[in-house]
Nanobody, 121 residues
Framework: QVVLAESGGGLVQAGGSLRLSCAAS????????MGWFRQAPGKEREFVAA????????SYADSVKGRFTISRDNAKSTTYLQMNSLKPEDTAVYYC??????????????WGQGTQVTVSS
């Protein structure tokens, strides 16, 4: 059974930082592109960032470029999302995702349960 367990969400003031973690189990972590999506109330789930298995390729949504950094530790089967200069519009439930493809699909193979990030103004 594949489990993607997110942690690190919470309440932060605008301009602050948070670091999300996603611990994966039940899959061969090195084989998967890992990523993050988010869903704000009343909106569709959207792509945030992704990183290839070898860390050779990273991609970001335009809205987070320069503020968020995705990374992974294959030895720990964990993916991270460092979020800096947070804005109220970053408020959402953040979901970890794993995809067997070389690039993250809009509907990944696996999802985590999500972690809430709330940015106050």
């Amino acid at each position: 059974q594949v489990v993607l367990a997110e942690s690190g969400g919470g309440l932060v003031q605008a301009g602050g930082s948070l670091r999300l973690s996603c611990a994966a189990s039940g899959l061969t972590f090195n084989w998967y592109t890992m990523g993050w999506f988010r869903q704000a109330p009343g909106k569709e789930r959207e792509f945030v960032a992704a990183i290839s298995w070898s860390e050779g390729s990273r991609s970001y949504a335009d809205s987070v470029k320069g503020r968020f950094t995705i990374s992974r530790d294959n030895a720990k089967s964990t993916t991270y999302l460092q979020m800096n200069s947070l804005k109220p519009e970053d408020t959402a439930v953040y979901y970890c995702a794993a995809d067997r493809s070389a690039t993250m699909k809009s509907r990944p193979d696996y999802w985590g349960q999500g972690t809430q990030v709330t940015v106050s103004s």
